[in-house]
T-cell receptor, first 114, second 114 residues
Framework: AQSVTQPDIHITVSEGASLELRCNYS??????LFWYVQSPGQGLQLLLK??????LVQGIKGFEAEFKRSQSSFNLRKPSVHWSDAAEYFC????????????FGKGTTLSVSS | IAGITQAPTSQILAAGRRMTLRCTQD?????MYWYRQDLGLGLRLIHY???????GKGEVPDGYSVSRANTDDFPLTLASAVPSQTSVYFC?????????????FGEGSRLTVL
């Protein structure tokens, strides 16, 4: 079965520093991968997605992610973090490509220190 | 722009009571989903519907039922609530069930079962 692992439960980054959030997936075929962000008390918002093609994907708010098949990873990156980026981040994979729902990782909470 | 509307936003419920969480979308999306979010567990899929008239079970369907009588509405029912169903529930929709579309989330319904 498809699954997603986010190894880091909580990360603290200084404002202006770079960020990398890790995501590893388990899937037999080429996965459809997503990163979502959840601000406190809110629903989830899509940051970016990967289906095929260029393995470096650009998203909103200055985020990018790189798909690495050899490492079964889809890590999220941002070169310079802003205080407003503090939130919970979820990596997700499509349940199956016949199409149903997303399976989410357990999330990584990002704190930004000044 | 409404998107997805969930009701109630918050509810305290006695164990053994029946409860229906409502979800309505105005985007004419084919697919709809119910997730529950628990601290440290991320989002887990309860039930989904790829199109009106069809439903399917997700990762944690026990104790929950859904119906999809039309495109816009996807209510989630707890027939006899138990304390382990205390959670934040998110309804989501996507244009298709093909797994390539963005999921749009509601604001969530916080349910406490005593």
């Amino acid at each position: 079965a498809q699954s997603v692992t986010q190894p880091d439960i909580h990360i603290t980054v200084s404002e202006g520093a770079s960020l990398e959030l890790r995501c590893n997936y388990s899937y037999g075929a080429t996965p459809y991968l997503f990163w979502y962000v959840q601000s406190p008390g809110q629903g989830l918002q899509l940051l970016l997605k990967y289906f095929s093609g260029d393995t470096l994907v650009q998203g909103i708010k200055g985020f990018e992610a790189e798909f690495k098949r050899s490492q079964s990873s889809f890590n999220l990156r941002k070169p310079s973090v802003h205080w407003s980026d503090a939130a919970e981040y979820f990596c997700a994979v499509v349940q199956n490509q016949a199409g149903t729902a997303l399976i989410f990782g357990k999330g990584t909470t990002l704190s930004v220190s000044s | 722009i409404a998107g997805i509307t969930q009701a109630p936003t918050s509810q305290i419920l006695a164990a053994g009571r029946r409860m229906t969480l409502r979800c309505t979308q105005d985007m004419r999306h084919n697919a709809m989903y119910w997730y529950r979010q628990d601290l440290g567990l991320g989002l887990r899929l309860i039930h989904y519907s790829n199109t009106a008239g069809t439903t399917g079970k997700g990762e944690v369907p026990d104790g929950y039922s859904v119906s999809r009588a039309n495109t816009d509405d996807f209510p989630l029912t707890l027939a006899s609530a138990v304390p382990s169903q205390t959670s934040v529930y998110f309804c989501a929709s996507s244009e298709t069930s093909g797994g390539t579309g963005e999921l749009f989330f509601g604001e969530g319904s916080r349910l406490t079962v005593l």
